[in-house]
């Protein structure tokens, strides 16, 4: 069975680099990061909408291009290798799919086509408390289709225009759309990592809400929806790890020590060769992934749970080695190796914890083994 990308997607892959390289370079990301008062890049997010990538994989009959799961997997790599600071994430990967995976036919109508063109910016908003997420972790609640509780910490929360939201109503939890616009909703803007993606607390008072798929099917729809999630950010973690290696052999291979450069040193070159092989291991599980996404095959919760773990260890891994690769000057500020580490670390937990994916991994290796 062959994994690879077809010559198409390939070449797709070979333009999207271009282009990212053009309209996202380092000084994109610095610009964000110097500014307290931006998240994210404006003209970049329009010029993703421009180009028809927020539409990836929503269908023609929506507003997208309806090119499928593994071009959005392209895309991905190459985001994550840009280290590209916009809610793309956030609004494509959880809302976009979640409104396929479980909207009517009228709030595909509504809101496809608007993420497509990148006038809305979205948000997933199910965790409370740290832990598992499980049933009992849920206690933001509806009556009368009023939400009333809060959601912690929420990816690009303060930037969004609609969440989808887990909470309870009756007792049986359900996902909501709620319109961050809309009174009864307050935010607050958290302190994080890596402030090119921000993370917010939203307060929902009394705020008005949509019912997304059916009462008592919340904890299984929002699971579904970040199984394919895990897929996809694991591309952006590959992504990035892949240049956090290029960036630590360019410079083990131009920096000189004792007369000879330092990538000619042992302990350098196991250190190289091991983000390698954790990156390679990495992209084999993601692409494993891809096809359990792109193809809808009942194996995607174990493929996403192997993906998600690999990619989460080779990311973090290849951005910790790379700082140590650059020796000193590696943790300044004036050198690009804090951004990936930065990013590392918010990719790691923006779906969920490694712990939490490792546990998953084993519940469906042993689900599997029982069949």
């Known amino acids: ?41 404006k003209d970049l997010w329009a010029a993703l909408g421009e180009q028809g990538w927020l539409g990836a994989a929503i269908p023609e009959a929506y507003g997208g291009l309806g090119l499928g799961h593994l071009e959005l997997c392209v895309i991905a790599e190459e985001l994550g290798r840009s280290l590209a600071p916009t809610p793309f994430s956030s609004t494509v990967y959880f809302v976009a799919e979640a409104l396929m995976l479980a909207g009517s036919e009228a709030q595909k109508q509504a809101w496809l086509p608007k993420i497509a063109a990148g006038e809305v910016i979205g948000c997933f908003a199910t965790v409370e408390r740290a832990g598992t997420l499980t049933e009992a972790q849920v206690a933001a609640k509806v009556e009368g289709g009023k939400l009333t509780g809060v959601k912690i ?30 009174a009864g909703v307050t935010r607050e803007v958290l302190t994080t990592l890596d402030p090119t993606r921000g993370a917010a607390r939203l307060r929902f008072t009394g705020a008005a809400c949509e019912p997304l798929g059916e009462a008592g099917e919340g904890l299984t729809l929002a699971q579904g929806v970040l199984d394919r999630a895990a897929v996809l950010l694991a591309f952006e973690q590959v992504g990035g790890a892949d240049r956090a290696l290029e960036m630590a052999v360019d410079y083990a291979k131009n920096r000189f020590a004792f007369g000879r450069a330092i990538g ?108």
């Not at 690879?4 to 994109?28: G, I, M």
Request: aromatic share 12%.
């Open 153 to 182: 910490p929420v990816t690009d929360g303060e930037i969004a225009d609609l969440a989808v939201v887990l909470a309870k109503e009756g007792g049986q939890t359900r996902l909501y759309l709620v319109e961050l616009a809309g």
């Open 264 to 371: 000619s040193y042992q302990a350098i070159k196991h250190k190289l060769a091991d983000m390698y092989i954790k990156t390679e291991l990495a992209r084999s599980n993601a692409y494993y992934g891809a096809w359990a996404l792109s193809t809808g095959a009942a194996e995607l919760p174990l493929a996403a749970a192997a993906a998600r773990v690999a990619a989460c260890e080779a990311f973090w891994f290849a951005a910790k080695e790379n700082l140590q690769t650059h020796g000193g000057m590696g943790y300044t500020w004036e050198v690009d190796c804090h951004l990936y580490y930065r990013r590392a670390q918010q990719l790691g937990l923006v779906a969920g914890g490694a712990k939490a994916w490792k546990e998953r991994l084993v519940s469906q290796l042993e689900r599997r083994n029982a069949a």
């Open 1 to 41: 069975m062959d994994f690879d990308f077809s010559d198409d997607q390939k070449f797709f892959k070979t333009e999207a680099r271009k282009f990212l390289d053009a309209r996202s370079p380092v000084a994109v990301v610095r610009g964000v990061l110097n500014d307290d008062a931006k998240s994210y890049d």
